[in-house]
């Protein structure tokens, strides 16, 4: 089993920036992609950036030059930097990790919130 455990998440101004964290623990070791989803009301999930297995990053157009995923391996922490945030970043934000090997599977945490005041 696969623990994530987020954290960051808050109020801020347009404008503004957060930090979110991500760290995974239990059975976590062996080829891997994780990254960030959102959900705002009403909407389906969507990516916003992740690490895929091969380690390069992938971004959703609309958080490209404002956002940036990182990772601290020796920490099993991937972090989410949040600039020049809007209000149509509102949402809910999730750590999903997908795991292959003997620990297949997919994992997501419980999520954080994430309001942007104009």
């Known amino acids: 089993q696969v623990q994530l455990v987020e954290s960051g998440g808050g109020l801020v101004q347009a404008g503004g920036s957060l930090r979110l964290s991500c760290a995974a623990s239990?059975?976590?070791?062996?080829?891997?992609?994780m990254g960030w989803y959102r959900q705002a009301p009403g909407k389906q999930r969507e990516l916003v950036a992740t690490?895929?297995?091969?380690?390069?990053?992938n971004y959703a157009d609309s958080v490209k030059g404002r956002f940036t995923i990182s990772r601290d391996n020796a920490k099993n922490t991937v972090y989410l930097q949040m600039n020049s945030l809007k209000p149509e970043d509102t949402a809910v934000y999730y750590c999903?990790?997908?795991?292959?090997?003997?620990?297949?599977?997919?994992?997501w945490g419980q999520g954080t919130q994430v309001t942007v005041s104009s």
């Open positions: 239990g059975s976590i070791f062996g080829i891997n992609a």
């Open positions: 999903r990790r997908t795991m292959w090997g003997a620990h297949a599977g997919d994992y």
């Open positions: 690490f895929n297995r091969g380690g390069s990053t």
